[in-house]
């Protein structure tokens, strides 16, 4: 199978590598064939046998034969060891056997003999070939530069299931892989840094089914510093990548900051909208009651009896009776509203929780818990969609569900209203039977004398 692996320099083509494709191949007990910069003594020391899996490659193997392509289709190797083609002499030795210098010039992975290996594992299965850079391989063909992929190459990579053998091809930009081999993969997956969501210690994994085909999983990565001490990457000058990086603020970090200011605002809105609405009204002013007080009158001048006028009878003034006026009673705001649990939004290590308040089964605004603590109510949370509000003792439970249709009349108690709902026929007590007189004969009393026969003559 033949997987592509694109990235930016510096997005985690390497760290992807290592951790879910070479390392888990190490574990399974296969050989890996790479090109990556893979530090042995951090493999030796978590599994000395991992090193007898791992081959690095740094240059083009030996030629030990002749290719066919063709043999293949005919069910004979396509590697004809010790077989040289005319004018070859095999004046090395690789691996015990005859060999010829590779082509001078030739890139790494860039002849059929860098992919021939005789290792097989369970189930006859070749080894992983990890190649990184590897349009520098097998450039896409460009006469003008000379650059092209040799063609045996490309016969390898359309019969490389005949040796059992995996690949992934690690590239910055696909258009520059030969599309000969590109077009081969059944997996194309595409990584790059997280720096633009802000998280500069993840990466962005998309995986596609083929080189266009569409994309089948999506998913953000952490990088894990356990992993790291695995590889060298290849990233120069990340220093400066990362202060350039640095200055870009990301349009998702700006949303972030940008909508806890809204949340605030519309949280304030919230509450002077309630302290208008549902607010409390001033207390009517206490007036005195109007006292009765008799004036004293003048002294009456009694003429002609020389006596002196008795003394002015006074009546004292009573001291000011005040009327007492009962304490006013607030309705409670919701009394004839329903409340329904929205959900609840946990900011800043604050729970807070949306409400909807609804009239004769219709959605009418929304309010937050403290909203309802603001109004006056005990606001107790059970879970995310169960809560307990209370209004003066009086207890009401609101729960994650939807309005129904009633009839209800804001500012009216819910008890009125209940009783305004029953049904106008009642049932009444039978009126108390009145004691028959003997001396009244009722037609009922000679229609039964007649049919008995005892209708006097």
């Given amino acids: 199978m033949i997987n592509l692996l694109e990235g930016v320099p510096g997005s985690g083509k390497s760290y992807e590598a290592v951790t879910y494709h070479v390392i888990p191949a190490l574990k399974a007990g296969r050989k890996v064939v790479t090109n990556l910069p893979l530090n042995l003594q951090a493999f030796r020391a978590v599994n000395p046998d991992w090193c007898e899996l791992l081959e690095i490659r740094r240059g083009p193997q030996p030629i030990l034969g002749s290719w066919d392509a063709e043999a293949a289709n005919r069910g004979e190797p396509a590697y004809l060891v010790g077989k040289f083609a005319e004018g070859v002499d095999p004046d090395l030795m690789h691996k015990g056997k005859p060999a010829a210098p590779a082509p001078m010039g030739q890139r790494l992975f860039a002849g059929v003999w860098d992919f021939y290996d005789e290792w097989r594992g369970d189930g006859n299965i070749g080894p992983l070939f990890v190649i990184d850079e590897c349009h520098v391989s097998f450039p896409r063909e460009q006469i003008r530069k000379g650059k092209m992929t040799p063609d045996e190459v490309i016969q390898w990579f359309k019969i490389s299931r005949h040796f059992g053998a995996d690949v992934l091809l690690m590239t910055q930009r696909m258009k520059a892989l030969e599309e000969d081999v590109a077009g081969l993969a059944e997996m194309h997956i595409r990584v790059r840094k997280a720096t633009f969501l802000g998280a500069s210690d993840k990466y962005v994994r998309k995986v596609f089914a083929g080189l266009r085909g569409g994309e089948v999983s999506s998913d953000i990565r952490p990088y894990k510093p356990e992993f790291f001490g695995f590889y060298k990457s290849h ?58 007080s008799s004036a004293p ?21 009573a001291a000011p ?37 609804s009239q004769n089964g219709q959605p009418v605004f929304s309010i937050t818990d403290a909203d309802l603590v603001t109004m006056g109510y005990k606001w107790q949370r059970l879970a995310d969609c169960a809560a307990i509000v ?11 569900d939807l309005p129904q249709v009633g009839i209800s009349v804001a500012g009216v108690p819910r008890s009125v209203q209940a009783g305004a709902d029953t049904s106008a026929a009642q049932s ?27 209708l006097p003559q």
Avoid at 350 to 355: A, G, K, M, P
Wanted: one cysteine or more; proline letters at 9%.
């Fill in 390 to 400: 209370s209004w003066r003792g009086k207890e009401r439970t609101v729960i994650c």
């Fill in 428 to 454: 009444r007590p039978m009126p108390d039977q009145v004691p028959h007189d003997p001396q009244i004969v009722s037609v009922h009393d000679v229609v039964g004398q007649w049919r008995t026969g005892a």
């Fill in 235 to 292: 990233t120069q000058g990340a220093a400066v990548i990362e202060a350039a990086a640095q200055d870009v603020a990301p349009a998702n970090v700006k949303w972030r900051r940008a909508s806890y200011v809204m949340f605030g605002l519309a949280a304030v809105g919230f509450v002077w909208m309630g302290s208008k609405i549902f607010g409390k009204s001033e207390p009517p002013s206490v007036r005195p009651a109007a006292v009765a």
């Fill in 321 to 357: 009776q005040v009327q007492r006026i009962a304490p006013v009673e607030h309705p409670e705001p919701m009394e004839a509203r329903g409340l329904h649990l929205t959900g609840c939004l946990v900011m800043a290590g604050r729970t807070s929780c949306v409400l909807m308040v």
């Fill in 297 to 317: 009158r003048p002294a009456a001048t009694v003429v002609g009896t020389g006596q002196a006028s008795p003394a002015p009878l006074v009546v004292g003034a």
